[in-house]
């Protein structure tokens, strides 16, 4: 039997809220999948469209978008810009024909560390049956 | 060629336990520019920082990776490491391989692959960062303290007896502020005017305090430590060096117009005095009322009768502009608008009176002397009601918050009037007693059990007057029984509100409001008297309703925030700052719209960035379409990279 799918996931977490609630999720000894590596970055709203297309370019079977709550944001706006910019993100690449489920934003605090954890968990099992992302891959 | 070294720590068996540290040094060491790596059992320890040091001067690194905990924990420890090596320390690097992998994972192999791309994607990150200093400013050493009541007196004085100049600017003719208008202060009843009048005193002799009354802030501009301000002041016509408030000029004044002061209980001129103790001590001629001035033939009458000559009708208002380091905001409050109350018949009827409007019918210095007389018909009022949460805590029609002050008010007022009409009788409407604070429900049981106010727990819905006297329907909720008093006389607890203006004014100093409109602290438990502006710092009840000690201790907390600042030759900034790229920028000025510093502007058609303002949250970057601008190490391109390392194998 083949080995199974293991989906391969970069998740952009805001310094503040995102990265803080996943470190929670650590000291709390919560358990997850192991498919998601994270790259912090200060705020949400620093987060270029042209990431997540160099992600899935790059192989990624799916990309998820964390910063602080609608209204709780370090930087007091960023995370709007992001709702808005990345809103079209999803659009477009929706458009072009990658399944929506493969490009998530979630709004995830410094004190959900168990948030965090459901949403990758919730993440992989959505990406699992969808198999390998190949619409956006360079060939190699 | 970069000469990167790499150092993974076992955490004992934090991070050991689940991830093959030792493979994790092994994979790193094989990428091109990886001239060392190691693991070591606690990297964090002397001989683990010692072992980092060596390993820097000995291959000649120029930048590490540290695979470790959160860099919240120990970013700083090793960075400060990498410095004492002789390498900046932004060219040291954190790989967090143990809150976000190892504590969350029981897979080894497949935490060993994670562990290993987490330190790989710092690895191609650190090999970008460039090495920076920390940005560094002079600090003016002055503060602003906005608002004149309480609070802001609080501050100013703290702040000018640590030894810093301060300028107080207040809108009104006199600084005092709400406090100056009541009687007695609970729970202790100390006379409001006797505890304050010496602090206004001090104020306006205090070498270090400039007060500037009559006045507005119009414009803030800069950053923390360097803020521009320009305050508009107002004319007053009259030169407080010369008046020696002798009050010949309101006899002649043929102006009447209802007093602010005693909230329309009285009238006033338009050249008037707001108070007795008023600070500074002189007249203004409100140029709103009287109707010649604006034409410049004033009708003269108070000149002529003025004799040391201090009415000038030809003063203008001026613009002055300071220069501070700090900003201590204390606006303060308004009572709801009597307008929203029609239920209670308030603005109707003119017995029916709000908390403020009491205090001054109580205090010995209003309009009838500290005889509780009714509006109307100057009789004493042997019934009155008082209704507390009027207007709190009703979010269908009013504001949702409690006011927080009004349960204790209303039981010092009960208590007061009934030290004014033996006779009498007080009713309480209440929907909860809150009386948290040294002393308070000692007060409020005092108020029932030796003066017999008698609280009734509900609400009223209606009031009307009927044959002279104002009927309350009511009900108690604790017997189930509809309540009808004819009373003489109604006090309205009614809500704080910030002050009004406070929305201008935050929107000028841009500070948040929250959904009340109050402003917004940096953090409600860890930074309440911060702003989210920094440099800028909240006081009193502009924050939140609160009552007077409260607002005084957030004043000094302020004040004390504010010295942090002041006390400082230079203030030091994260270099991690946003950098254009100048043949690459087309001027659009799509940064310069969505920064949230106003950091950003256009000069010669290109995006040019203020270091000291930029926070460096990268929004522009995002934003930009020409990849233009960028933050300084985390640039788009190493973000490239690090995609790449967290994709890879």
Not at chain 1, 44 to 52: A, D, E, M, R, T
Request: glycine fraction near 8%; charged fraction near 25%.
């Amino acid at each position: 039997m083949a080995e199974e799918f293991e989906p391969r996931i970069v998740a952009f977490l805001c310094k503040w809220c995102s990265s803080a609630g996943s470190d929670l999720a650590g000291v709390s000894r919560m358990e997850y999948p192991p498919n998601v590596v994270p790259i912090q970055v200060m705020c949400s709203g620093s987060v270029s469209p042209l990431y997540i297309f160099s992600a899935f370019n790059k192989g990624a079977d799916g990309v998820l978008v964390s910063g602080c709550h609608p209204g709780d944001c370090h930087y007091i706006k960023g995370n709007y810009y992001a709702r808005r910019r990345l809103n079209l993100v999803k659009q477009l690449l929706e458009y072009i024909g990658l399944e929506p489920e493969r490009f998530q934003m979630s709004w995830i605090s410094a004190a959900e560390g168990t948030k965090y954890t459901q949403v990758i968990k919730d993440f992989v099992k959505e990406l699992k049956p969808l198999g390998p992302q190949s619409k956006l891959r360079r060939t190699p | 060629m970069k000469r990167t070294g790499v150092f993974v720590c076992h955490c004992g068996i934090n991070i050991a336990g689940t991830v093959d540290v030792k493979k994790v040094a092994e994979e790193l060491a094989k990428h091109p520019g990886v001239v060392h790596s190691e693991d070591y059992v606690y990297m964090c320890s002397d001989p683990g920082q010692n072992l980092i040091e060596q390993a820097i001067k000995e291959k000649k690194l120029d930048s590490i990776v540290v695979a470790c905990c959160s860099p919240n924990l120990h970013e700083t420890t090793f960075r400060n490491a990498a410095n004492r090596a002789g390498i900046n320390s932004f060219r040291c690097e954190i790989a967090n391989i143990r809150e976000q992998c190892s504590w969350v994972h029981k897979d080894k192999p497949r935490a060993t692959r994670k562990a290993t791309k987490i330190a790989h994607s710092a690895v191609e990150k650190v090999r970008q960062n460039e090495s920076l200093e920390p940005l560094s400013v002079p600090v003016t050493r002055r503060a602003l303290v906005v608002g004149g009541g309480i609070s802001g007196i609080q501050a100013a004085l703290d702040l000018a007896n640590s030894g810093f100049e301060v300028i107080l600017v207040e809108r009104s003719p006199s600084i005092g502020g709400h406090m100056i208008q009541l009687s007695e202060t609970f729970p202790t009843l100390d006379c409001s005017q006797c505890i304050l009048t010496p602090k206004m005193v001090e104020v306006s002799k205090h070498p270090k305090i400039k007060l500037m009354t009559y006045s507005e802030v119009q414009d803030v501009t800069g950053y923390v430590g360097n803020f521009k301000v320009k305050i508009l002041k107002k004319p007053t016509y009259v030169d407080p060096a010369k008046c020696t408030l002798c009050d010949e000029c309101t006899k002649v004044c043929p102006i009447v117009v209802p007093n602010e002061f005693d909230l329309g209980l009285t009238g006033r001129r338009a050249i008037y005095i707001p108070f007795p103790q008023a600070i500074p001590a002189s007249y203004t001629l409100d140029d709103k009322n009287c109707p010649d001035i604006s034409t410049t033939i004033a009708c003269g009458k108070c000149a002529d009768v003025c004799k040391p000559k201090a009415i000038d009708y030809d003063q203008k208002p001026e613009v002055i502009e300071e220069e501070v380091g700090a900003i201590i905001v204390a606006t303060g409050f308004d009572l709801y608008e009597k307008e929203n109350m029609a239920e209670y018949g308030f603005g109707k009827y003119p017995d029916v009176l709000d908390g403020l409007q009491f205090e001054r019918l109580l205090s010995a210095s209003g309009p009838t002397m500290g005889k509780i007389l009714r509006p109307s018909d100057h009789k004493e009022p042997k019934e009155v009601v008082f209704i507390q949460c009027s207007g709190s805590r009703d979010p269908e029609n009013h504001c949702a918050y409690c006011s927080k002050i009004c349960c204790m008010y209303t039981a010092k007022h009960a208590m007061l009037y009934k030290h004014h009409v033996h006779d009498g009788q007080a009713y309480v409407f209440y929907i909860d007693i809150r009386s948290g604070g040294k002393g308070y429900e000692e007060f409020v049981q005092r108020t029932v059990e030796e003066d017999g106010v008698v609280y009734l727990r509900g609400k009223v819905s209606k009031i009307f007057e009927d044959k002279g006297k104002i009927v309350v329907w009511g009900m108690d909720t604790l017997t189930g029984k509809a309540i009808e008093i004819d009373a003489d006389m109604v006090v309205l607890a009614q809500a704080m509100r910030p002050s009004k203006g406070a929305q201008e004014l935050a929107k000028k100093f841009k500070l948040a409001m929250d959904k009340d409109g109050f402003l917004a602290e940096a953090h409600p438990k860890l930074r309440p008297v911060e702003s989210v502006t920094s440099g800028m710092f909240l006081a009193g009840a502009a924050q939140a309703p609160k009552d007077i000690p409260e607002a005084v201790a957030q004043a000094s907390g302020a004040a004390a925030k504010a010295v942090v600042i002041l006390s400082q030759e230079r203030l030091f900034h994260a270099p991690t700052v946003a950098r254009v790229t100048n043949n690459l920028c087309t001027g659009c000025g799509m940064c310069v719209a969505v920064c949230p510093y106003d950091a950003l502007s256009l000069k010669d058609g290109k995006a040019e960035v203020n270091e000291v303002l930029c926070e460096g949250c990268g929004t522009c970057t995002a934003t930009c379409l020409r990849s233009a601008i960028q933050v300084k190490n985390l640039t788009q391109h190493q973000v490239a990279e690090m995609i790449e390392a967290c994709l890879g194998g």
